[in-house]
């Protein structure tokens, strides 16, 4: 059990006790968690499942050899992953389809939306470099055919081909389309799917931690006053204002 799981719990025990609002000094507090034992596994087990699905591969080889804590994929697979990662934030989607392919072909056959976007972000870097003739036969040869079965895919197909109607990109509706952030998107989903083709989880755990130590903190907001965390970079208490 993680330190932020245990004050989630203590402040959903709080929120439970408190009809009216409530002051919860820092003696009291801090009481209730020297009370609850963090197991160091536990905690260990957070930080590698963090390492691993963010694919710090050689920041998790050197925290296995520290701490002792095994992994729950072979870490090799983790330098693959970041390569096809690498290849879509590089505009290489090509490449990326390759080494997807490699690493399991059954990826791409089973999910026919992250093939598209593959093959989307492939038309947006054709558009990006100028090829303008070989962007539209790429759209009506291979996008097309897919936006014919799916209208979800073809209002994706129609809102990327639009880039083409502009000579200024930078000011048209559909120009985000050509920032990194799309690069990223579609690198993350490309990511996400080769976690769960190896049977581990797409998102890492602690990030989820995170967002319910806040909202359990937001809700608790309305029963007391306490000592919350407020900087999560550091987890320290900090006392109310009063």
Sequence with gaps: MSLFFIVIRQLAEFQAMASSKKVITRE???????????????????V??????????????????????EP????????????????????NVEDAIEKVND???EILDTNPQLFFHLQQQRLIELIRNGKVE??????????????????????????????????????????????ISQRLKTASEVNAAILTSQSHEKDPKLPSLLKMLIWA?????????????????????EDPAV
Excluded at 48 to 69: D, P, Q, W
Excluded at 82 to 89: D, G
């Design 103 to 105: 690493l399991n072909p």
């Design 217 to 237: 903190q937001n809700q608790l907001d309305e029963k007391a006053t306490y000592p919350r965390i407020n900087d999560l970079s550091t987890a320290a208490l």
């Design 134 to 179: 070989e962007a539209l036969e790429f759209a009506q040869e291979e996008l097309a055919p897919r936006g014919e079965e799916n209208q979800g895919f073809l209002e994706e197909l129609e809102r990327t081909v639009a880039l083409l109607a502009f000579e200024d990109v930078t000011n048209c509706p559909v120009g985000d389309l050509l920032d």
């Design 48 to 69: 590698m499942n963090f390492l691993v699905t963010e694919g710090y591969v050689e920041a998790a080889e050197k925290f296995r050899l520290e701490s002792g804590t």
């Design 28 to 46: 009291e507090w801090e009481k209730r968690l020297s009370n609850v034992k963090v197991r160091k596994e536990d905690m260990n087990k957070l």
């Design 72 to 91: 729950d994929i072979d870490l090799a697979t983790i330098t693959d992953r970041m390569a096809v990662k690498k290849a879509v934030q590089s505009g």
